[in-house]
């Protein structure tokens, strides 16, 4: 059965760093992107960052030059490395599936997330 579960969130001071984690299991991974999607209360999901297949790497423009996505196939996981973080940066986030990144609305197979709260 294709899982995603994340994991690494938690409560950070405002310009201060996490690395989240994305473990995938019953799939392999090599065939996939894998996107990052948050969600804060009220608001609509929206995509951070998607990884694709070559590593080939897309922002969101909210967190370009702070956040950096990589993979390791091998630890079947992906990674989120998010510096300088902001009190705006506080949401649940998520990981997901697709063949490509591109269109945030094919992505499937979502984690249970992991919340990311940063305080001003």
């Known amino acids: 059965q294709l899982q995603l579960a994340e994991s690494g969130g938690e409560l950070v001071q405002s310009g201060g760093s996490l690395r989240l984690s994305c473990r995938a299991s019953g799939f392999i991974m090599d065939y996939y992107a894998i996107g990052w999607f948050r969600q804060a209360p009220g608001t609509e999901r929206e995509e951070v960052s998607c990884?694709?297949?070559?590593?080939?790497?897309f922002y969101a423009d909210s967190v370009k030059g702070r956040f950096t996505i990589s993979r390791d196939n091998a630890e079947m996981t992906v990674y989120l490395r998010m510096n300088s973080l902001k009190p705006d940066d506080t949401a649940v986030y998520y990981c997901?599936?697709?063949?490509?990144?591109?269109?945030?609305?094919?992505?499937?197979?979502w984690g249970q997330g992991t919340q990311v709260t940063v305080s001003a």
């Open positions: 990884i694709s297949r070559t590593e080939q790497a």
């Open positions: 997901a599936t697709a063949r490509e990144c591109g269109d945030p609305a094919v992505f499937r197979n």
